[in-house]
């Protein structure tokens, strides 16, 4: 059994913990708000505050994590980029001195195409510099049922 940390558990988050969950993993999810928590439990995951925005809140959430899951693909608000491009590369940087063996990141959802694209591209360059796996889920978030199986099979292949 591994521990999977999933970054913006939200609707669909909650999904992939309930599926990681059937597949014998732990899990633990964040939400930006205290008000989230609940739903992260009911998922059956270990639900914290979190937020991608400082780092330093998600970095403190790695203890005993093996993979993370970067969903961010549908994150609104002015900080997007941010999270698509120097949060990301500043998480996959830090990761390396981690027990982290593995990032997912979620190249699909409503955010700008462009960032999603480059967010896509620092994962697959942050791979091959530091040797961190990494795999980039392109499935659409609209089609739920082949996003789940995309971002469950990637976190398996990590795993």
């Known amino acids: 059994m591994a521990r999977v940390l999933i970054v913006g558990c939200g609707c669909r988050g909650c ?3 309930r599926a990681l969950r059937e597949d014998g993993h732990a899990v633990r999810g964040t939400t930006r708000a ?3 928590l609940a ?3 009911a998922a059956g995951a270990e639900a914290v505050v979190a937020d991608p925005d400082r780092l330093g809140t998600v970095m403190a959430q790695l203890a005993g994590v093996a993979v993370v899951c970067w969903l961010m693909g549908s994150a609104a608000g002015p900080t997007a980029s941010e999270l698509h491009g120097p949060r990301l590369e500043t998480l996959l940087e830090r990761v ?3 027990p982290v063996r593995g990032v997912v990141y979620e190249a699909a959802g409503t955010v700008e195409g ?3 694209a480059e967010g896509a591209a620092a994962v697959r360059a942050a791979a091959g510099r530091w040797r961190v796996p990494a795999e980039v889920v392109e499935a659409d978030p609209a089609d739920h049922s082949a996003w789940l199986e995309a971002t469950r099979a990637a976190v398996g292949r990590l795993l």
């Open 15 to 17: 999904s992939l913990a």
């Open 34 to 36: 205290a008000g989230g």
């Open 39 to 41: 739903q992260i439990e």
């Open 96 to 98: 390396v001195d981690t």
């Open 114 to 116: 462009r960032l999603l």
